[in-house]
């Protein structure tokens, strides 16, 4: 049963652009993600009050973008409930797309990237619609197709507040040119519910992205008792593969580690979906210490080797031109197109 999953260089995934060189979700951080070889771009997608889909790393905006300095807006600080977790600042929901394009993207994690830091103030917030232009443009201007792996982020809360994340997302992708079960997309999520509806609409390949621990937030909203770890398992990977052609895992899923950070020996999971004709794409590689096993200390090469030699189909990179590097390393060859139809199909 399956497919042969060997062969193929794994796809490389730019985590939110190219994150460790500019500040994630800005164009910028795109199209220097594509110059540096990436595959695929990842934007995830919240919601605007007047139903525009933009890219911003979590709907409360606070940590990525300079919104607590504009004064104007001083009066939209609130607390709200996302997902369960109590969270206070401000809320894309909150905010019409020109309020939104006032502001200016910040670098997220500045302690650890201080060469991102010079960009902070310099880019707005995309559009959806933005993003898939500058992946067009770049596209004809490089002559290699480059996919877009859109995540809906917190769906079952914004369905709940009137702002559904699915109906925009597939009316601009389709308006775009994107059908079919080959086109450069995969639409991720880490709830269920959302995806085995897209399942019913679209074509487009869907991606079940699993957590170490918890549950999708859907389950907990609608009492199942499930969790990430029973999706992982054989008969949860037959489910997913009912609905989803890929699963999308945090890397501790294939490689664990023990108390002191150290790789312990590799699960079955690709194995296991494999078998069910799941591709598995892996995250999230960074090349900071900070991120890396204590194996890979000032090695991130060595980390993306030996997970590429594991059999993985792709990975969420932040250093795409890392990733890259290694592909090559292996003997992969580095694709003229991905290996998907382009969006003029």
């Not at 060997?6 to 594509?34: C, D, M, V």
């Not at 809320?91 to 019409?96: C, G, I, M, S, V």
């Not at 707005?124 to 809906?152: C, F, H, M, W």
């Not at 312990?264 to 090349?287: G, Q």
């Amino acid at each position: 049963m399956g497919k042969t999953f060997t062969g193929k260089p794994p796809i490389i995934i730019a985590h939110r652009g190219a994150s460790g060189y500019r500040p994630e979700h800005t164009l910028a951080g795109y199209e220097l993600a594509i110059a540096l070889g990436a595959d695929y771009i990842e934007p995830d997608l919240v919601s605007t009050k007047d139903g525009i889909l933009i890219a911003r790393h979590e709907n409360e905006i606070s940590e990525t973008t300079d919104v607590a300095s504009h004064k104007e807006f001083a009066h939209r600080k609130t607390t709200k409930i996302i997902d369960g977790e109590s969270k206070t600042g401000w809320f894309t929901e909150d905010f019409t797309l020109a309020e939104l394009k006032t502001l200016r993207a910040k670098e997220r994690i500045p302690q650890l990237r201080l060469q991102n830091i010079p960009y902070d103030g310099l880019f707005e917030i995309p559009t959806l619609q933005e993003i898939i232009d500058l992946v067009k443009d770049k596209s004809a201007e490089i002559n290699r197709a480059i996919g877009i792996y859109p995540e809906t982020k917190h769906p079952t809360y914004f369905e709940s507040i009137g702002l559904p994340l699915e109906t925009p997302l597939l009316a601009t992708l389709t308006a775009n040119g994107y059908q079919g079960a080959n086109a450069p997309v995969y639409i991720q999520s880490f709830e269920v519910s959302n995806l085995q509806d897209l399942s019913t609409k679209t074509d487009l390949p869907l991606v079940q992205l699993l957590n170490i621990t918890g549950k999708p937030y859907d389950f907990v909203v609608n009492s199942n008792d499930s969790t990430y770890a029973d999706l992982i398992t054989v008969s949860g990977l037959e489910k997913i593969a009912q609905y989803a052609q890929a699963i999308g895992v945090h890397k501790n899923l294939l490689l664990s580690k023990d108390s002191t950070g150290k790789l312990l020996s590799p699960t079955s999971l690709i194995m296991d979906a494999h078998a069910f004709d799941l591709l598995v794409h892996t995250w999230t590689f960074r090349n900071e210490d900070y991120f890396l096993p204590l194996e890979f200390q000032g090695n991130p090469q060595g980390e993306y080797e030996l997970f590429f030699n594991l059999g993985i189909d792709g990975v969420f990179s932040d250093y795409p031109d890392t990733a890259c590097a290694v592909n090559e390393n292996l003997g992969f060859k580095r694709r003229d197109a991905i290996n998907r139809v382009s969006t003029d199909s």
